[in-house]
């Protein structure tokens, strides 16, 4: 639900100091906000009620300087009780940034780094149910802190050394994004504070998205974290809403991961696997994809293995004279040769 405000008529209207209000011009004009200047503690009474979107609240930071978002997330509001213990299990800070990919950047302690909170900066929160008769979300003036960072729609890269990697999936006029972070605190299954579900809890129409490896709620998960050594070697279960007759394309928009870390994209359905760190993979879907089952995301590190492969004794090339492809080598078996096309089409 919204309430508009009237230039005229609503020009004294006191806003609240912590809540998050939704504002825009018609001509990209500058505004301009008046009045005292927060210096106190604010704490915010969380909300889960309502029609629809019932644990999802607005708040604002309410100074008028940066907030340290790591500060913020580990803030105890009571002893032993943090500001993310009050929020969902598998979710954190949802800004909007404007970008078709998914219209959020979610923050968690996987990939909060040294972030910064824009001065009078909104974002959403999920809040638990259990806790929010309980405790208040809390702003101190100890998180306060200097420094020069974007707002959520500049989209500065902060990812600094975290290891990650975004992935995408896009048509000729839409574009989703998922992530993975990978670090020591995190696991295979759910990890407060670290996973987060889709902004509203459900994905839409067209998305992509993730289930936890370990332990799956069947929840749509926006950002996944994995331990630190899950990068060598993990199957992640990728769920696609999309249209049937859409060309789709599964492409990496970015990572940092070692250099021997392989990552492969899977499809169950045509029995492919795509080194997404060399190439995108293409395909148009015959039906409607929807959940997760067809599509997988695989990180192996060819560093770690020291099998001997039979293919590297075996080359393949085409003779164009006689428009022939000509597999070429020692093979120790009976070896069948199957032949797809760029859609992943078997020829």
């Known amino acids: 639900n919204y309430t508009n405000y009237n230039i005229v008529a609503?020009?004294?209207?006191?806003?609240?100091?912590?809540?998050g209000y939704r504002a825009a011009t018609s001509d990209g004009g500058t505004l301009t906000f008046t009045g005292t200047v927060e210096t106190?503690?604010?704490a915010i009474d969380l909300q889960d009620s309502g029609p629809a979107f019932a644990d999802w609240n607005l708040v604002g930071n309410p100074y008028t300087s940066y907030v340290d978002l790591s500060a913020f997330l580990s803030h105890e509001v009571a002893s032993g009780v943090t500001n993310l213990d009050i929020l969902e299990g598998a979710s954190g800070i949802y800004g909007y940034d404007g970008d078709v990919a998914d219209g959020w950047d979610v923050i968690t302690l996987a990939n909060v780094g040294s972030r910064l909170l824009a001065p009078g900066q909104g974002f959403f929160v999920a809040a638990d149910g259990n806790d929010v008769s309980a405790y208040n979300l809390e702003f101190t003036p100890e998180m306060r802190t200097t420094g020069n960072a974007d707002d959520f729609i500049a989209g500065?890269?902060?990812?600094?050394?975290?290891?990650?990697?975004?992935?995408?999936?896009?048509?000729?006029n839409k574009s989703y994004t998922t992530e993975f972070y990978f670090n020591d605190n995190a696991s295979q299954g759910l990890d407060h504070g670290y996973d987060a579900?889709?902004?509203?809890?459900?994905?839409?129409?067209?998305?992509?998205?993730?289930h936890l490896v370990g332990d799956s709620t069947g929840e749509a998960i926006a950002l996944q974290a994995l331990g630190s050594s899950d990068v060598s070697d993990i199957s992640i279960p990728l769920g696609v809403n999309a249209n049937a007759g859409e060309q789709l394309r599964f492409s990496i928009a970015d990572l940092n991961i070692p250099e021997t870390v392989a990552v492969y994209l899977e499809d169950t359905s045509s029995n492919t696997s795509t080194l997404l760190t060399n190439t995108d993979y293409v395909f148009t879907p015959t039906s409607q994809l929807t959940g997760t089952g067809r599509f997988y995301l695989r990180f192996t590190d060819n560093a770690l293995s020291t099998a001997?492969?039979?293919?590297?004794?075996?080359?393949?090339?085409?003779?164009?004279?006689?428009?022939?492809?000509?597999?070429?080598?020692?093979?120790?078996r009976d070896t069948k040769a199957t032949l797809y096309n760029l859609q992943g089409r078997e020829v």
């Open 40 to 42: 106190g503690t604010v």
């Open 308 to 332: 001997d492969n039979p293919l590297s004794r075996i080359t393949i090339f085409t003779d164009t004279t006689n428009k022939q492809l000509v597999i070429n080598g020692i093979v120790l």
């Open 10 to 19: 609503d020009a004294s209207t006191v806003i609240t100091a912590g809540t």
């Open 156 to 172: 500065r890269d902060t990812n600094e050394a975290l290891t990650f990697l975004k992935l995408n999936i896009s048509t000729a």
């Open 197 to 210: 579900v889709l902004w509203g809890g459900s994905a839409p129409s067209f998305a992509l998205y993730s």
